[in-house]
């Protein structure tokens, strides 16, 4: 599996998001995806499936024959959980579901301007410390806020998890992760399922016999960010990772980036902070 490095992270180059999977089809999922060849799932306390996600990981490495260092596992801390005592309350519940002893990436889940940063961020580069998280990052992070966060860190931050697929120009804060050496963790690259059907994404798939979920897919990690799009289908689990194979011409690259436009965000919740784009 290729990997992206970034500020002492080797992070896999693809992973399985696991948002809305729960009970069997998500042990199901996880399982399958390390058996096809997925090293990196992505969770989160907020989506109430680290037992499932646990359950999978556990079975997969059993049948996969692999280690536990072989798997890079994210979970992340909801936003009203940040301050101290609640964070590591959060994590400690996060590492009993997944009966892990640690992660190999913990993410603050969203920002929180009624808690100090720096707060947050002392819990999060704790659990480095303490080995119970092998690298820290953010999602949902902003220019501005990312600033901020990596001033304030005493560990090194990692990645930003944010929104990122054909339809929506995040150029700002790419830039700002890059100038800081973070990974880009693309949440919703398959724009949850708007991308199928995109005329331009279905000609370029046909020239290189490739469907247009795995040219959006190819459109980011060409650019070294790391999508974990989401599924439960073993057809669209192998599809995903079938995407090293091939490579996008310097002018059908252009053509994907033109494909974007204002109000494509499809992840807009109230607690969100006021974006760059
Ligand atoms: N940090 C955050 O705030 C945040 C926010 C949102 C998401 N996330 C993470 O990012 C992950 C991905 O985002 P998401 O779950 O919101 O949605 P997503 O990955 O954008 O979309 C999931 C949808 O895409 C379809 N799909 C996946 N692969 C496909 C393929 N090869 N061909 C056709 N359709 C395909 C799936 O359909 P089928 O089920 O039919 O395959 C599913 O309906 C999440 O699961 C979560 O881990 C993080």
Known sequence: MNVVEANGAK??????????????????????????????????????????????????????GLRREDVFVTTKVYHDKLAADDFQRSFDESLTKLKLPWVDLLLIHWPNPKIPLAETLAVLCKAKRDGRAKHVGVANFTTALLEEAVRL?????????????????????????????????????????????????????????????????????????????????PAHLAANLAIFDFSLTDDEMAEVEALRQPGTRVVNPPHAPKWDD
């Open 11 to 64: 992070i896999p180059a693809i992973g399985l998001g696991t948002m809305t999977l729960q009970g069997e089809v998500c042990v199901g999922a996880v399982k399958t995806a390390l058996q096809l060849g997925y090293r990196h799932v992505d969770t989160a306390e907020r989506y109430n499936n680290e037992a499932e996600v646990g359950e999978g990981l556990h079975q997969g490495l059993r049948a996969a």
């Open 153 to 233: 860190a005493d560990e090194p931050l990692v990645t930003n998890q944010i929104e990122v697929h054909p339809f929506l120009d995040q150029g700002k804060v790419l830039a700002a992760c890059r100038s800081h050496g973070l990974a880009v963790t693309a949440y919703c690259p398959p724009a949850r399922g708007k991308i199928a059907g995109n005329e331009t994404l279905e000609r370029i798939g046909r020239a290189h016999g490739k469907s247009a979920s795995q040219i959006a897919l190819r459109y980011l990690v060409q650019q070294g960010i790391i999508p974990i799009p989401r599924t439960a289908n």
